[in-house]
Structures are given as C-alpha cells and as structure tokens.
T-cell receptor
C-alpha cells in the first residue's frame, strides 16, 4: 500500500515571500511519480508540478520548485514570490506503476497582501 | 482550451433517492476517472475507465454506486440509494494515457448534499 502525508493543514505567507509545503510518502516501489496539485476555491484542480522518481534533478516550473529527497521519501513544494492567486488547497500525490493516484490530505495556503 | 465538463455542478437530494452525475472528458482522452472528495480530504479514486472498459473499481461501493462509459466517451456515475455519508464533491478527470507521464485534467466537480 502507498501513503501520502501532508503534516501542515494550513500555511500562510506574505505576498512576494517564499513558502514551503511539506509532503512525505511511503511506497515499496522504486519507480513512481510525485505530483503537486492546486485546487483553488470553487475551481478545478490543476497540476502544478511533477517529479519522476528516477530523475535526481528537482523539477522546476517558473516560481514553483520541489525538493525531492528519495531516501527520506520527502517531496516538498517551494513557492517563490508568492502571489494572491497562489491561495488554494495544495495536494501532494503519488502514483506508482499500475496503481491509482494517491492524494494527501491537503494544505490550505493563504497569501496575505 | 479543452476542458473536462461535469454536470450538474450542485445537487441536493434526500437520502434513499437516486442521483446521477455526468462527465464529458477532453476529446481524445481514452482514460477517464471518477473521484470522491470528502470535505477537508484529498480525492479518492472510485473508478477508472480505459475507453469503455473498467480497469479499476476496487474502491467503488458496488451495492449502491454504478458507473458506465458506454461509447468510450462521456460517462455517468450513479448512486442509488443515496446515503447521508455520500455527501461529497465528485470529481471527473481524464488523461490521454495511464502512466504518470500523462497529466490528469480535472473537471469542476459536482457537489452532492444528501439530506
């Protein structure tokens, strides 16, 4: 069985500052994908960033980057230069070969002007 | 820009009634997913289709839930009879494949309230 844990139910950040959301996971597989999804209020969930486990280089998408620590089974999301539009629920998710996407409980991010 | 469509957006029903949700995936996407998201939790997969075939329905409560994708395009999820514990957001997603290389695109969801 695979599990995803997000230990921060809520986080807040000042506009233009940097925030890091934490995620840990557990799987016995060696090949898998990790994702961060963003779910704004009353809007659909969208993919923020994706990391393939066999790639050592951390993924980056504009202001979003991850810190992937495979041995520690840790996958944190860093948002730089936070904007008001970044306010949302963020979900960490794990997918292994042949298995379903498993989501964490989510972290509610508030961006203060 | 292509999007996953879902209807209705909101549904209020009484327990023991039947409800149905509809999903139209992005054109050309062979894989379709139905998720249930209880308030304050992450989505949980109910059923996954590859074209018209079910490939994973292990978490679908089959005594009351059913799902179909008859022509391999749009899909319907049905609950009969609805129970109070079914109140949740029901999300549909689609992708062009089944591996993590293929991004899942989510619809806006149907929020179900069972009274």
């Amino acid at each position: 069985a695979q599990t995803v844990t997000q230990s921060q139910p809520e986080m807040s950040v000042q506009e233009a500052e940097t925030v890091t959301l934490s995620c840990t996971y557990d799987t016995s597989e060696s090949d898998y994908y990790l994702f961060w999804y963003k779910q704004p209020p009353s809007r659909q969930m969208i993919l923020v960033i994706r990391q393939e486990a066999y790639k050592q280089q951390n993924a980056t998408e504009n202001r979003f980057s991850v810190n992937f620590q495979k041995a520690a089974k840790s996958f944190s999301l860093k948002i730089s230069d936070s904007q008001l539009g970044d306010a949302a629920m963020y979900f960490c998710a794990l997918e292994t070969s042949g298995s379903r996407l498993t989501f964490g409980e989510g972290t509610q991010l508030t961006v203060n002007p | 820009e292509a999007e996953v469509a879902q209807s209705p957006r909101y549904k209020i029903t009484e327990k023991s009634q039947a409800v149905a949700f509809w999903c139209d995936p992005i054109s050309g996407h062979a894989t379709l997913y139905w998720y249930r998201q209880i308030l304050g939790q992450g989505p949980e997969l109910l059923v996954q289709f590859q074209d018209e075939s079910v490939v994973d329905d292990s978490q679908l409560p089959k005594d009351r839930f059913s799902a179909e994708r008859l022509k391999g395009v749009d899909s319907t999820l049905k609950i009969q009879p609805a129970e109070l514990g079914d109140s949740a957001m029901y999300l549909c997603a689609s992708s062009s494949g089944t591996s993590g290389d293929n991004e899942q695109f989510f619809g806006p969801g149907t929020r179900l309230t069972v009274l």
